[in-house]
Every structure is written in C-alpha cells, then in structure tokens.
C-alpha cells in the first residue's frame, strides 16, 4: 500500500466527505529533513468532524490519525480541514 494510500484509510476515521492529498516530496528534495526518508504531503479533509473545532483542533484530529506514519512515512504536513459549509 501507497503512503498516500495508507493516509486516506487512517482519515476515514474522520468520516470524511472528500480527501485529497498531494506529494510534494520532490519538490523538498535535498531538505535536511527529507533525508530520513519521509513525504511532504499537503491533504486537505472536509469533514462534518471539523464544525465548532478551531484549526488547531482540526490539525490535532489529522495528526492524531496519521500519528502512526509520522515516525517514518510523513515528515511533514500542510494540513487544509474544512468542514462541508466552507468554514
């Protein structure tokens, strides 16, 4: 299975309306912390679980279920989670 793969079943824990997630591993080629192997990714989650979080909150919730890959997959995230009014 795919890291990217691997995201999308841990953030179905977040009963998702939409998941996206980009790569941008290559374009942090070279970078100290690529070094170790792990992706720069970018998901962004719409999700009802997101509505009267603040975006700190929101980032915790994504964090929490891709905790297991931040050891080695995930090295960084540019995390965008919205709930399904916009907000």
Excluded: N, W
């Amino acid at each position: 299975m795919s890291v990217i793969d691997d995201m999308r079943v841990r953030l179905a824990a977040l009963d998702p309306i939409s998941v996206e997630i980009i790569d941008d591993s290559a374009r942090h080629a070279g970078h100290a912390g690529a070094a170790g192997g792990g992706g720069h990714f970018r998901p962004a989650i719409v999700s009802p679980r997101f509505a009267g979080c603040r975006t700190m909150e929101r980032h915790r919730l994504v964090y929490d279920a891709l905790a297991p890959l931040m050891k080695r997959e995930i090295h960084a995230l540019s995390i965008t989670a919205t709930t399904p009014a916009g907000q």
